[in-house]
């Protein structure tokens, strides 16, 4: 009986842990996409075409800071657009926790709003 109430112990904790660390990861992630979108907000530039799209593959520093790795993109505009909002921008400290990891995101511009 005393092996049977102490794996049940075990078994609780053990799968209070499991579940502490499952969802953090990827509200974390869903908050660095918002504040993305944010910083990429209203572009001071005017292009003639209906839409631009861009992928942007970035990565974040010990610093909690958005490192641009590379930006592709037909226009060179749009190129400069997101390296100069992006490129060592803080997150916030919840959201710099998320590892060392690339990450990659596609950016549509339809004449005056963006979609990430």
Do not use: C, W
Not at 7 to 28: E, K, R
Not at 57 to 75: C, H, M, P, R, Y
């Amino acid at each position: 009986m005393k092996k049977l109430t102490v794996l049940l112990v075990v078994f609780v904790l053990g799968s209070t842990q499991l579940f502490a660390l499952g969802g953090s990861p990827i509200n974390a992630e869903g908050e660095l996409r918002d504040h993305i979108a944010v910083l990429l907000k209203n572009p001071e530039f005017k292009f003639e075409t209906e839409e631009l799209k861009a992928n942007i593959e970035f990565t974040l520093n010990k610093q909690g800071e958005i490192v641009v790795l590379s930006v592709n993109a037909e226009d060179a505009h749009i190129r400069e657009y997101v390296k100069s909002r992006l490129n060592y921008q803080r997150v916030d400290a919840g959201v710099s926790t998320v590892g060392t990891k690339i990450f990659r995101i596609s950016l549509k511009i339809l004449n005056g709003e963006q979609r990430i």
